[in-house]
């Protein structure tokens, strides 16, 4: 089983990224689906979560508005579009899967993580 984020980068204040997260061994139309992101020297933290069939979103509020998760499940796979990025915005997103329900992700850890991949925003 084998979660693998993509998609990060180097980008200035204001503009746009878009991570995809690609499962193998993994049908993750079973699984409620979510961003986390851990910036140095802070605990992982929640960004966002979507349910089974992509029915509901869930965002953390200091992503609201300008983060949109999606997902394919005909393709297996999650994607977070991230808009108008802040320096804030830094860290390593891992994608993670969850049998449980997105409006509580992470709530009780989760059950497969991906690696992670870099944002870096500038300023």
């Known amino acids: 089983v084998q979660l693998q984020a993509s998609g990060g980068g180097l980008v200035q204040a204001g503009g746009s990224l878009r991570l995809s997260c690609a499962a193998s061994?993994?049908?993750?139309?079973?699984?409620?689906l979510g961003w986390f992101r851990q910036a140095p020297g802070k605990e992982r933290e929640f960004v966002a979560a979507?349910?089974?069939?992509?029915?509901?979103?869930y965002y953390a509020d200091s992503v609201k508005g300008r983060f949109t998760i999606s997902r394919d499940n005909a393709k297996n796979t999650v994607s977070l579009q991230m808009n108008s990025l802040k320096p804030e915005d830094t860290a390593v997103y891992y994608c993670?899967?969850?049998?449980?329900?997105?409006?509580?992700?992470?709530?009780?850890?989760?059950?497969?993580w991906g690696k992670g991949t870099q944002v870096t925003v500038s300023s």
């Open positions: 993670a899967a969850d049998g449980g329900s997105a409006a509580t992700m992470g709530a009780n850890g989760v059950d497969y």
């Open positions: 061994g993994l049908t993750l139309s079973w699984y409620a």
């Open positions: 979507i349910s089974r069939i992509g029915g509901s979103t």
